[in-house]
C-alpha cells in the first residue's frame, strides 16, 4: 500500500507560479511511476504529468509545468509557472506500482487532491 498526500495549491493570479508537492509512502518508491492528474468542475479527471525515470506531459502544460522527483525524500513535485485560469481545478497525485502512462485507470494509488486556484 502507497499512501499519498498533496501539499502546495492554492489562489494565484494568472501569470504566477505555484508548486505542489506529493509526499508518498512506501519503501520501494523509487520503483513507481508517479503522476499528476487534475479535475476542473463538470469535467473528466485529465493527465497533466507522470515520471519514472523519463517525464511526460499533456500538451497544454507542456513548457509550463515540471515534474521531478527525489527518491531519497519519498517526494514528487510539479512545479507550474505561467499559470492561466484554465489551470484552475483539483490536482491529484498517482502512484503505479506497474507501467503506467496517461491513464488514470492504471493508477491504483491516490492522494486526497489539492485546489488550484487561478484568476484572471
Known amino acids: 500500500q502507497v499512501q499519498l498526500v498533496e501539499s502546495g495549491g492554492g489562489l494565484v493570479q494568472a501569470g504566477g507560479s505555484l508548486r505542489l508537492s506529493c509526499a508518498a509512502s512506501?519503501?520501494?518508491?523509487?520503483?513507481?511511476?508517479m503522476g499528476w492528474f487534475r479535475q476542473a468542475p463538470r469535467k473528466e479527471r485529465e493527465f497533466v504529468a507522470a515520471i519514472r525515470s523519463s517525464t511526460y506531459y499533456a500538451e497544454p502544460v507542456k513548457g509550463r509545468f515540471t515534474i521531478s522527483r527525489d527518491n531519497a525524500k519519498n517526494t514528487v513535485t510539479l512545479q507550474m509557472n505561467s499559470l492561466k485560469p484554465e489551470d484552475t481545478a483539483v490536482y491529484y497525485c498517482?502512484?503505479?506500482?506497474?507501467?503506467?502512462?496517461?491513464?488514470?485507470?492504471?493508477?491504483?494509488?491516490w492522494g486526497q487532491g489539492t485546489q488550484v486556484t487561478v484568476s484572471s
Open positions: 498517482a502512484a503505479s506500482d506497474r507501467l503506467a502512462g496517461s491513464d488514470s485507470k492504471g493508477y491504483p494509488y
Open positions: 512506501g519503501r520501494t518508491f523509487s520503483s513507481y511511476v
